[in-house]
């Protein structure tokens, strides 16, 4: 019986399976006109009806430049998943199976966010994440699951040569002191 005022998840958001098992892209409906856009860009019960029900408890936005690169963290406890949107700009999002039990173990997928397509990831907890800027800038948002613990936060090499993740370079990327020590998948610690 349906509820009054309650949508479907498919006329609010398009669910796009990706190689990576629970992991989803999204797509949600944009209202448009003369005057700008307007998009839902979280409804707990849709997301429910997508397949994501779990509780966020943090909201973060980073501003980054150019050929920026990010990443690849996680956290081995308190793991977060992430619902990641752009709101300015471009990004190469990249997501990185750490499961042991996945049949993906090891497995990785790209995909481009940006205020243009207004598309969403949803990246399960188990999974490394990083991105990259392709933009002059990008402002990069998302939810978590969990709390920021950097106790047990972790980094996975973005170069891991086995992982061979094409970051569609033109240049070398920025990346920071912390992300340059992340350690390759083999000497990672990871999940279940």
Known sequence: MAVPGMRRAMDAIKKIPTSLPGMLLLEPRVFGDERGFFLESYNEQVMA?????ERF???????SRRNVLRGLHYQIKQAQGKLVRVAEGEILDVAVDLRRSSAT???WQAVRLSGENKRMLWIPAGLAHGFRVISEKAHVLYKATDY???EHERTLAWNDPDLKIDWELDGEPIVSAKDQRGLALRDAETFE
Do not use: R, T
């Open 49 to 53: 009806e997508v397949g994501i029900s």
């Open 148 to 150: 920021y613990a950097p």
């Open 57 to 63: 408890v943090q909201d973060n936005h980073s501003c």
């Open 105 to 107: 173990f090891g497995g």
